[in-house]
T-cell receptor
Framework: GEDVEQSLFLSVREGDSSVINCTYTDSSSTYLYWYKQEPGAGLQLLTY?????DMKQDQRLTVLLNKKDKHLSLRIADTQTGDSAIYFC???????????FGSGTRLSIRP | AAGVIQSPRHLIKEKRETATLKCYPI?????VYWYQQGPGQDPQFLISFYEKMQSDKGSIPDRFSAQQFSDYHSELNMSSLELGDSALYFC?????????????FGPGTRLTVT
């Protein structure tokens, strides 16, 4: 996606933390999301954050939002082999509008 | 809980043929979105409908058309298919409730054009 940028690949060791970064351009975005897509599968919403928040934690997932820099990150603690997937950062202006996806980061786990 | 239903799940067509993809939103959802995800690409927004009217339009080719029916299901019609139309097509649904943050995605229809 041209408005949402992510690095394409990330490789981490099993048990380590993974940090996937994303930058977006539309400062008026209300909702910011992280989706997970396994090979050949659909889009699974992992977590989201509203633009008036700066952090959200949900079990092994921590989302950090820096509105000033328009930077969003997803930290996965204790990364497991089942976390191997493509992770899409996405933004949405309002509850009525489309979702704009980033290009996705392919997370691979090494033993 | 009911989810978004898409049919068919897989479809194989030849060049220049026509395809119709169907989407059944979650009950009481009034908005439907269509996205196209090419191989190795991110999902790209095509078109959306709110209360049976087109509400937004993205990068949808003129060869494609879509509509939302009175029961809120939607169909994406694709004509004169090209090899480049091979992709995973997602439908998503939502409500316009301000407290609703999520677009619920269906499992997708994988279209292969040969």
């Amino acid at each position: 996606g041209e408005d949402v940028e992510q690095s394409l690949f990330l490789s981490v060791r099993e048990g380590d933390s993974s940090v996937i970064n994303c930058t977006y351009t539309d400062s008026s975005s209300t909702y910011l999301y992280w989706y997970k897509q396994e090979p050949g599968a659909g889009l699974q919403l992992l977590t989201y954050i509203f633009s008036n928040m700066d952090m959200k934690q949900d079990q092994r997932l921590t989302v950090l939002l820096n509105k000033k820099d328009k930077h969003l990150s997803l930290r996965i603690a204790d990364t497991q082999t089942g976390d191997s997937a493509i992770y899409f950062c996405a933004e949405r202006y309002s509850s009525a509008s489309k979702i704009i996806f980033g290009s996705g980061t392919r997370l691979s786990i090494r033993p | 809980a009911a989810g978004v239903i898409q049919s068919p799940r897989h479809l194989i067509k030849e060049k220049r043929e026509t395809a119709t993809l169907k989407c059944y939103p979650i009950p009481r959802h009034d908005t439907v979105y269509w996205y196209q995800q090419g191989p190795g690409q991110d999902p790209q927004f095509l078109i959306s409908f709110y209360e049976k009217m087109q509400s937004d339009k993205g990068s949808i080719p003129d060869r494609f058309s879509a509509q939302q029916f009175s029961d809120y299901h939607s169909e994406l019609n694709m004509s004169s298919l090209e090899l480049g139309d091979s992709a995973l097509y997602f439908c998503a649904s939502s409500t316009r409730d301000r407290s609703s943050y999520e677009q619920y995605f269906g499992p997708g229809t994988r279209l292969t054009v040969t």
